[in-house]
């Protein structure tokens, strides 16, 4: 007698529900970083910011970022700064971090984003020329306020790297700091930064 054993197999889908992640930025690459958790140093409504935004843009009102080598040739000559880091920002100039420290307060990190590659406009295509001892100046053109940064160190990170934003604001004039960030480019998944320290302006403060 031959007997014949029937198995039939049974396949469960099971849902595993991914709760919601507590990271605060809205944009997976730092480039766009934005964190609302963050306390705004200045606070301004969107309005307020579109606002400013044509203001520095028109002549004489400008907000300009300049870099040289440590030879004092020029690796950049006055780039707009703006406020924020959407792409339409960073298609007309810089973006200075809305939730980063402003100069003018003499500490705590001054964060300025800039595409490299693969847009419209790239002031920082050359950034990864920049080596330590390099200046960056940041100048207010209706006031002749300067404030000047001196590289300390570059590095690549991932593009997803928030870490490079963590200064603490302190009373200290030896943490007024700036950080430039840009996209690596030899590789897309990876940033470049450039972390300096304030040495130079003429501001009295």
Do not use: C
């Not at 705004?40 to 910011?49: A, G, L, M, V």
């Not at 003018?104 to 990864?128: C, R, W």
């Not at 950080?179 to 998944?189: G, K, V």
Request: glycine share 6%.
């Amino acid at each position: 007698t031959t007997t014949t054993t029937t198995t039939t197999t049974t396949t469960v889908s099971v849902i595993v529900e991914i709760p919601e992640s507590n990271t605060p930025f809205i944009a997976s690459f730092v480039l766009n970083w934005y964190d609302e958790s963050a306390p705004y140093y200045y606070k301004r409504t969107d309005e307020k910011i579109e606002q400013l935004n044509e203001y520095h843009s028109q002549e004489g009102n400008e907000r300009i970022l300049s870099i040289t080598d440590s030879d004092g040739n020029e690796i950049l000559n006055n780039v707009n700064i703006f406020f924020g880091t959407e792409s339409d920002v960073l298609n007309k100039g810089v973006g200075h971090y809305i939730t980063s420290a402003s100069p003018s307060m003499y500490k705590g990190n001054v964060a300025i984003a800039g595409y490299s590659k693969d847009e419209g406009y790239t002031p920082f295509e050359n950034l990864h020329k920049v080596v330590a001892g390099s200046k960056i100046r940041w100048t207010e053109v209706p006031s002749g306020f300067y404030w000047e940064y001196t590289i300390s160190k570059t590095f690549i990170t991932s593009n997803s790297d928030t870490s490079v934003f963590e200064t603490v604001i302190s009373d200290s004039d030896a943490d007024a700091t700036i950080t430039l960030i840009t996209e690596d480019i030899y590789d897309p998944s990876n940033i470049l930064v450039l972390n300096g320290y304030l040495t130079d302006g003429n501001e009295t403060h």
